[in-house]
């Protein structure tokens, strides 16, 4: 670790990068993450490093504290508000066409001032920079974080995640075309103790403020809003997956990419199946009668990981074979490991952390110096109520079985938090274990992309609501228009992709977790590459839920009609059924109106005034010339 920004002030920086490092009384450029793990509890008095600072006003304020575990370091917010994403933190700094907040209209004067006053307060603070790429070296974009040495756990997280380079292996021409700047007390100054990222998108680099120290709305989303940003600028799509290569038994493999919004699943499509003590699969469990429906799977499959949250599906990549290629845009993976409340529930994932071949990082999970910190001992948000997400940052190097480079896609797959939906209390909780969509219906459900029910990811949001367009749009910064265009025109050149809906934690009645996924994958790899005959499927009573089989049967075990046609359970029946369909189809058209720009392809038009005409399945097959059944069936 070296204590001169010479190695940074030689590069081709920004004039106001250039001039804060030149100012600040001392700068400590890293160059492994070993030395982040040394910054981040730097200054340890009894194990803990308080992360504080002063803040005009309201004296010392701490953040965080921070301690060194046998296997990684362990860091805690001081509010529970810090310990997730806030889904609005975003907003622009600039004048550059954007359907997001703008500084201006949030707060009612220009960036400029606040950005000058960032600088400002970075000059007197001690820092640490790094330079890293954003995305890959060559698919990406050349980077560097500016943040308070005392913060070091967040560049550590930010080192993890997107990679750090060595001064030695520093390219002579590297010219950042990001940067993170990281103020956390004007969360307190500014913002009245909200989360707030600023992206502000200049002719020469696209600047990123982060004035909070979780790493979710900066360290991670905003570098994927920056990777949106060229991916808009240059014509494609950074996907917000996780993707797995499946391997049957039989050695047949399937890869799946499973899209959706926060809590939708990602991270669990790279688990195995949770197993009860006696070895079954707990399908689901009535919420009423409290009956309980499991499955025998003797073997399950194998899994080999591809991505777990960010996918670049570069130009570059194609084959030009009708599939979807893609490859990881992150060196590490932001796991979530709410579901693990005791010892035993995923032994692969608690193995990989208690005994990791090197040091993790570890949020909103109790840790105590020179202990070992334990997943499911999570902290809590008040006395008995256990923080909804707890993380920890896994390097990709370090994952069993994880798979190098690009894949290409067989199945996407769209992840849907549900409620119950019984007589009682009608809902949209009607999706049943797993639909088929047409491709025209596959891209209408990117675009409104649910949010869903009880959210562990987030600050919670009444209702349904929308993460919307690609469940990225969050993270980017540019027009929902531009990526509508993109999501649909990449759907329509990956003719040989097919597209399933799947929910998690309620199909109706029944309560069911993450299974439905995890069935789903076993079912569909074992099925291989073959499309569906048309005899084999039957189109859903709400058509926005495309096919369904109505029943599959899995190593020998039938799974009825109750897990794929909600409207056929007792506790539901065809009424609430129809007004839990209303209820997603005002969804639809409340959301879909946003897209009916100028802008938006002919195709994407004909496809949303079909929605919102009330199409039938029939119509939104004939909407896009691509194959859904298997040849002749149609």
């Known amino acids: 670790m070296t204590t001169s920004s010479r190695s940074l002030l030689d590069l081709a920086l920004p004039p106001a990068a250039a001039e804060l490092l030149a100012a600040a009384p001392r700068v400590t450029v890293a160059g492994t993450t070993a030395e982040l793990m040394a910054l981040a509890v730097r200054d340890a008095p009894g194990g803990n490093h308080e992360v504080a600072y002063e803040v005009s006003g309201r004296g ?60 400002e307060w970075l000059k007197t603070q001690p820092l640490a920079a790094f330079p890293f790429y954003a995305g890959l070296p060559d698919k990406g974009a050349e980077a560097l974080v500016i943040a308070p040495d005392n913060a070091g756990f967040f560049a550590l997280g930010l080192a993890l995640l997107q990679g750090i380079i060595h001064e030695d292996e520093l390219p002579a021409d590297f010219q950042p075309k990001a940067i993170i700047y990281v103020a956390p007390p004007f969360r307190h100054t500014h913002f009245g103790g909200r989360q707030v990222v600023v992206h502000n998108r200049l002719d020469d680099v696209h600047e990123l403020f982060s004035y909070n120290l979780y790493p979710g709305p900066s360290a991670k989303k905003g570098i994927y ?40 699943g990602k991270s669990e499509m790279l688990e195995y199946a949770h197993r009860q003590p006696d070895g079954t699969l707990l399908i689901g469990r009535n919420l009423s009668t409290r ?10 499959c194998e899994l080999r990981p591809v991505t777990d ?65 334990l997943l499911w001992e999570h902290i809590e948000d008040s006395p008995g109520v256990p923080c909804p997400n707890p993380r920890v940052i896994i390097p990709r190097a370090v994952i069993p079985r994880v798979v190098p480079g690009a894949v290409d896609v067989d199945v996407r797959s769209m992840g849907v938090r549900t409620p119950p939906c019984t007589r009682a209390r009608p809902s949209y909780g009607i999706i049943g274990m797993f639909h088929l969509l047409p491709p025209a219906l596959a891209w209408l459900w990117r675009l409104v992309a649910p949010r869903g029910h009880s959210n562990p990811s987030i600050v919670e949001t009444e209702g349904m609501s929308s993460e919307g367009v690609g469940s990225y749009w969050p993270f980017a910064t540019g027009r929902m228009v531009d990526h509508a265009n993109l999501l649909l025109n990449q759907i329509i050149e990956t003719p040989e992709v097919r597209y399933v809906l799947i929910p998690n934690q309620h199909i109706g009645a029944w309560e069911v977790g993450f299974m439905p996924q995890w069935i789903t994958r076993e079912y569909l790899a074992r099925r291989g590459g073959a499309r569906f005959g048309a005899d084999r499927l039957k189109p859903s009573r709400c058509p926005l839920l495309g096919y369904t089989p109505g029943t599959i049967i899995v190593e020998g075990s039938t799974i009825g009609s109750w897990f794929f046609e909600v409207d056929q359970q007792p506790e539901v029946g065809a009424e609430a059924y129809d007004q839990g369909a209303a209820i997603l189809s005002a969804f639809f058209h409340r959301e879909l109106r946003a897209f009916l720009d100028p802008d938006l392809l002919p195709t994407g038009r004909r496809i949303i005034d079909c929605c919102l005409s009330g199409g039938s399945l029939e119509d939104y097959d004939g909407l896009l010339d691509l194959p859904l059944f298997e040849p002749g069936d149609a």
């Open 60 to 119: 010392r304020v701490v953040e965080a504290t921070v301690c060194r575990t046998r296997n990684g370091i362990c860091a805690n917010y001081t509010e529970p508000y810090m310990r997730r994403r806030d889904p609005d933190c975003m907003v622009i700094g600039d004048a550059r066409p954007t359907d997001k907040p703008t500084y201006r209209e949030r707060f009612g004067k220009p960036f400029e001032s606040v950005r000058e006053a960032t600088f």
């Open 225 to 264: 809003g920056v990777l949106l940003n060229i991916g808009e600028e240059e014509r494609w799509v950074t996907m917000h997956c996780s993707t797995v290569q499946v391997v049957t038994p039989y050695e047949n493999k399937l890869v799946i990419a499973h899209e959706g919004a926060s809590g939708g």
């Open 291 to 300: 009956e309980e429906r499991t499955l025998t799977l003797p073997r399950g």
């Open 309 to 373: 949250d960010m996918a670049l599906c570069h130009p570059s990549l194609e084959k030009g074979a009708g599939k979807l290629t893609l490859m990881d845009a992150e060196s590490a993976w932001f796991v979530r490991c709410n579901h693990i409340a005791r010892y035993g529930t995923d032994p692969h994932i608690e193995e990989l952390t208690i005994h990791p071949p090197a040091p993790l990082l570890f949020l909103n999970i109790h840790g105590r110096p020179d202990a070992t910190t």
